[in-house]
């Protein structure tokens, strides 16, 4: 089965650096790798996503690289603002084509103004 | 449109009771998921409804936990009975498709065992 590892567990920044956070799954057939943040007492909302036949997807200060063959994908941040600061997760799929998800243990990213 | 709704938002309950949480996915979304999140650890998967069944329930943790799904909308989560171990936050998520792809999360149901 799929196992994610995602580090660092914390993470402080001054306003205006960036940010990166790493993940590692275990399964060479997952194929779908999404990031959700959760702000402080709301939802977990998907802010990007990236398939495996991508290695690189970004939006606006956000991007996502996808490393398959060491199985590891990144999320980054550039020019952090105070509203970034938030618990983000990687997933990825609990099996080929599922929509399960197997969760990373979460980043808390504080954003220093 | 209204996003996934779940209740209670908090619940505190003695070890040995019985909680029920509900959730109400998005409209038309056959798909939902229940997670549970215990403090810093990773949000984990509990069971995926399709519609009104069970498509994969191998993330509860044992049988004091029972989801159902009557007539593919609305699902409830039942604790019976409690231990503190359940303390956690229970999420609830949506999404229309079964393939990989976006889950549309509730704000979650907080539950503490004392």
């Known amino acids: 089965g799929e196992n994610v590892e995602q580090h660092p567990s914390t993470l402080s920044v001054q306003e205006g650096d960036s940010a990166v956070i790493k993940c590692t799954y275990s399964d060479s057939a997952s194929n779908y790798f999404p990031w959700y943040k959760q702000e402080l007492g709301k939802r977990p909302q998907l802010i990007i996503d990236i398939r495996s036949n991508v290695g690189e997807k970004k939006d606006q200060r956000i991007a996502v690289t996808l490393n398959k063959t060491a199985k590891h994908f990144s999320l980054h941040i550039t020019e952090t603002q105070p509203e970034d600061s938030a618990v983000y997760f990687c997933a990825a799929p609990r099996g080929a084509g599922a929509n399960n998800l197997f969760f990373g243990t979460g980043t808390r990213l504080t954003v220093i103004p | 449109e209204a996003g996934v709704t779940q209740f209670p938002s908090h619940s505190v309950i003695e070890k040995g009771q019985t909680v029920t949480l509900r959730c109400d996915p998005i409209s038309g979304h056959d798909n939902l998921y229940w997670y549970r999140r215990v403090m810093g650890k990773e949000i984990k998967f509990l069971l995926h409804?399709?519609?009104?069944?069970?498509?994969?329930e191998s993330g509860m943790p044992n049988n004091r936990f029972l989801a159902e799904r009557t007539g593919g909308t609305y699902s409830t989560l039942k604790v019976q009975p409690a231990e503190l171990e359940d303390s956690g936050v229970y999420f609830c998520a949506s999404s229309p498709r079964i393939t990989p792809g976006e889950l549309f999360f509730g704000e979650g149901s907080r539950l503490t065992v004392l």
């Open positions: 409804f399709v519609k009104e069944s069970k498509q994969d």
